[in-house]
């Protein structure tokens, strides 16, 4: 059986952009806490859609030289299985948009 995804609608995307800004401690936001109040969504759907599309603080679009550059070296320092650490290192990345790029470039 498969689940058949629906369109995320502007209320669920600004409902979603609040609960972050609620729900992060430390930086870090609590995934499982704000999918609670997102009904009909799962905690991967969520988690994707924001740091895909809805976060302010991640570039979107065509990787720079410099960017290709912070990545290599990040990966070379952190390895290339703690991508939460190599996108501290590639400011305005996240850490799939790292590894994306990473296996995409190899």
């Given at each position: 059986m498969y689940r058949v995804s629906k369109d995320w609608t502007k209320e669920e995307d600004d409902r979603?952009?609040?609960l972050v800004?609620?729900?992060t401690v430390n930086g870090v936001?609590?995934?499982d806490k704000v999918t609670f109040y997102?009904?009909?969504r799962h905690r991967q759907q969520v988690?994707?859609?924001y740091q895909r599309t809805l976060d302010e603080n991640v570039r979107h679009g065509r990787w720079t030289d410099?960017?290709?550059l912070l990545l290599m070296t990040a990966v070379a320092r952190f390895g290339a299985k703690d991508w939460a650490k190599v996108a501290?290192?590639?400011v305005g990345r996240s850490d799939g948009q790292c590894r994306e790029r990473f296996v995409?470039?190899?």
């Open positions: 979603l952009i609040a800004k609620v729900m936001v609590q995934w997102m009904p009909g988690r994707t859609r410099h960017e290709d501290k290192a590639v995409a470039i190899l």
